[in-house]
C-alpha cells in the first residue's frame, strides 16, 4: 500500500523556523486532511496536529500544521533542542481503507 | 488518563506465533476504533490493523492480511493481535493506539511490545 511521501531529513538553527511537508493524494491527504505524529528516540510517536490545525491540549502553539490539496505542511517556529525529533503525518486512505503514513522526516536543531 | 499497555511481544521462530494484548485504561474503550501499529528497527511507523468499536469491521495492510487477526473485549477493554506464520520482516515494536475517528487521527499510543522473529 502507498504510503505519503515526507522529506527524510531537514535541519535548521535553534530558533529558526522549520516546515515540514506531507504529499498524498486525493483519497488521503486531499479527502480527510493529514494528523502529525512527533517521536523522539525511544519513545512511542505523540500526536502534534490533526484535521489539519487542531493542536490537542498542552501542544505548543509554535507548532501549526495547514493543507493545500494534497499536500500537508507542519511549520515549528522558535526552535528548539527538544523539537529535535522525527515527525510523521498520517491519513485514512478511503480507497485502500487503510491508514497510510509518510516516512518521516528528522528534524535536527543545529 | 488514558492508558495503553502492550504485552505479549517476545522472540519467536519463522513460521511461529504469538498474541499480543493491549489493556485499556481511562476512557470508554467501547466508544473506539482501535489499531495496531507497528515500526520496524530504525524505521518508520506502519500501520498494521483496526478494528471497529463493536468489532463487526476489521481492515488490515496487505502484507498481514491472511496471518495477523484483530480482535477486542469490549467487557475486558482489552485489544488483542494475533501474529501467525511469522517473518523476519515483522520484527518490530507493536504499538495500540486509540483512533479519534472523527477528527482522522491516533490519539493515543501505548509504549508498545517489541516482536523480534529469528531462528
Known amino acids: 500500500q502507498a504510503g505519503l511521501t515526507q522529506s527524510p531529513s531537514v535541519s535548521k538553527g535553534l530558533r529558526q523556523t522549520a516546515t515540514l511537508t506531507c504529499t498524498g493524494n486525493s483519497n488521503n491527504v486531499g479527502n480527510q486532511g493529514a494528523a502529525w505524529l512527533q517521536q523522539h528516540q525511544g519513545h512511542p510517536p505523540k500526536l502534534l496536529s490533526y484535521r489539519n490545525n487542531n493542536r490537542p491540549s498542552g501542544i505548543s502553539e509554535r507548532f501549526s500544521a495547514s493543507r493545500s490539496g494534497n499536500t500537508a505542511s507542519l511549520t515549528i517556529t522558535g526552535l528548539q533542542p527538544e523539537d529535535e525529533a522525527d515527525y510523521f503525518c498520517?491519513?485514512?486512505?478511503?480507497?485502500?481503507?487503510?491508514?497510510?503514513f509518510g516516512g518521516g522526516t528528522k528534524l535536527t536543531v543545529l | 488518563e488514558v492508558q495503553l499497555v502492550e504485552s505479549g511481544g517476545g522472540l519467536v521462530q519463522p513460521g511461529g506465533s504469538l498474541r499480543l494484548s493491549c489493556a485499556a485504561s481511562?476512557?470508554?474503550?467501547?466508544?473506539?476504533?482501535m489499531s495496531w501499529v507497528r515500526q520496524a528497527p530504525g524505521k518508520g511507523l506502519e500501520w498494521v490493523a483496526n478494528?471497529?468499536?463493536?468489532?463487526?469491521?476489521?481492515y488490515y495492510v496487505d502484507s498481514v492480511k491472511g496471518r495477523f487477526t484483530i480482535s477486542r473485549d469490549n467487557a475486558k477493554n482489552s485489544l488483542y493481535l494475533q501474529v501467525n506464520s511469522l517473518r523476519a520482516e515483522d520484527t518490530a515494536v507493536y504499538y495500540c493506539v486509540r483512533e479519534d475517528y472523527y477528527d482522522g487521527c491516533f490519539d493515543y499510543w501505548g509504549r508498545g511490545t517489541l516482536v523480534t522473529v529469528s531462528s
Open positions: 478494528i471497529k468499536q463493536d468489532g463487526s469491521e476489521k
Open positions: 481511562g476512557f470508554t474503550f467501547s466508544g473506539n476504533w
Open positions: 498520517s491519513a485514512w486512505d478511503s480507497s485502500l481503507s487503510a491508514w497510510v
